[in-house]
């Protein structure tokens, strides 16, 4: 195409054109090239550099354990402390009263219930088994 | 790779190669690409020093560039010379007018007998009227009647339409016809 149009040569500058190719040059000075290869070289070691550099992994949303999730929901670590110190004393009782809580308990019942509380109490089933319950609704 | 079958291997292939850490890519590459870039920066500037460093410029952004290249969406040829005209119009918006007394010659490195003198006195006398022109208008004839490049691809290069291209080149060779018209005697174009 370029040489269609440039066979018409209407203002006579083909052969200046011809000129300005054939002097120009088909290769690079070696220096240049030595500093174009330099470049190259650098630039492709700093892309290794940076593709062997060990990439941080993403923090990932991991879903918190039971122990944690309890503890969040009852108000934190101190809380849970609080909870599990009063469950154990709780069972501590249960299993081996004090002495003075059973004369207190008297006391108490005989206050509340008058006189025949010993009675009332000796008669409480506190568990009754399952088939009274069965038997009685 | 051995050279005969690396150098049958596309631009874009080389680029990729490149960019996967092969030296010999660079090479051929450079082999390729780089005298043409260094003849449009000399043809543009007129100055060999500051054409050679454009080239090198032109040459280090293909390299880092060269990791993120898709192939097949642009030509590198193309990519290359945009980015050289790009580095040479901001040189030429930084410096002075351009002096002709100091436009180099073309080096070719041949011994010059008296034709080769005669092709060596019209090509100075080319670059002396080029270095006249617009840098829009110089750019655009380099381009089409120096280097060969297509319209579309001087289209693509300049960042402007194929018309425009046209336009561009047409009144670049009035003015270039023009500033010649008194020299083609003395340079054996008298009876052109």
Redesign the interface.
């Given at each position: 195409?370029?040489m269609a149009e440039?066979s018409k040569d209407v203002?006579?500058?083909e052969?200046?054109?011809a000129?300005?190719?054939?002097?120009?040059?088909?290769?690079?000075?070696d220096a240049?090239?030595a500093?174009?290869?330099a470049?190259?070289?650098g630039?492709?070691a700093a892309?290794?550099q940076a593709a062997a550099r060990p990439v941080a992994r993403p923090a990932t949303a991991r879903r918190p354990g039971l122990w944690r999730r309890l503890s969040e929901t009852l108000g934190g670590r101190g809380a849970l402390a609080g909870l599990l110190s009063a469950t154990l004393a709780g069972l501590w009782l249960g299993f081996s009263p004090p002495d003075q809580i059973a004369p207190l308990t008297r006391t108490v019942s005989q206050t509340v219930l008058g006189d025949n509380a010993a009675t009332m109490l000796d008669g409480l089933d506190l568990i009754p088994a399952i088939d009274t319950v069965l038997t009685q609704g | 790779m051995p050279y005969d079958a690396i150098s049958a291997v596309s631009d874009d292939a080389l680029l990729v190669m490149f960019a996967n850490g092969d030296g010999e890519a660079a090479r051929m590459l450079t082999l390729r690409l780089a005298p043409r870039v260094l003849r449009l920066a000399t043809r543009m500037l007129g100055d060999a020093a500051e054409a050679e460093d454009v080239t090198q410029e032109a040459m280090l952004r293909l390299w880092r560039i060269a990791a993120d290249w898709r192939p097949g969406e642009a030509q590198v040829g193309t990519w290359l010379y945009r980015v050289a005209s790009n580095l040479c119009t901001d040189r030429l918006r930084r410096k002075r007018p351009v002096d002709i007394a100091s436009v180099p010659e073309m080096p070719d490195g041949r011994a010059a007998p008296e034709d080769d003198l005669l092709d060596a006195d019209r090509a100075r006398a080319l670059q002396d009227a080029l270095a006249q022109l617009p840098e829009r208008q110089r750019q655009a004839v380099i381009l089409r009647h120096l280097e060969g490049l297509s319209n579309p691809e001087i289209a693509e290069v300049m960042d402007i339409g194929v018309e425009a291209v046209e336009s561009l080149t047409a009144r670049g060779k009035r003015a270039l016809a023009a500033a010649l018209s008194g020299r083609r005697e003395e340079l054996g174009y008298g009876h052109g």
């Open positions: 195409m370029v440039n203002d006579g500058l052969a200046f054109f000129a300005g190719r054939a002097q120009a040059p088909a290769t690079v000075p240049l090239m500093r174009i290869l470049d190259a070289t630039v492709q892309t290794t | -």
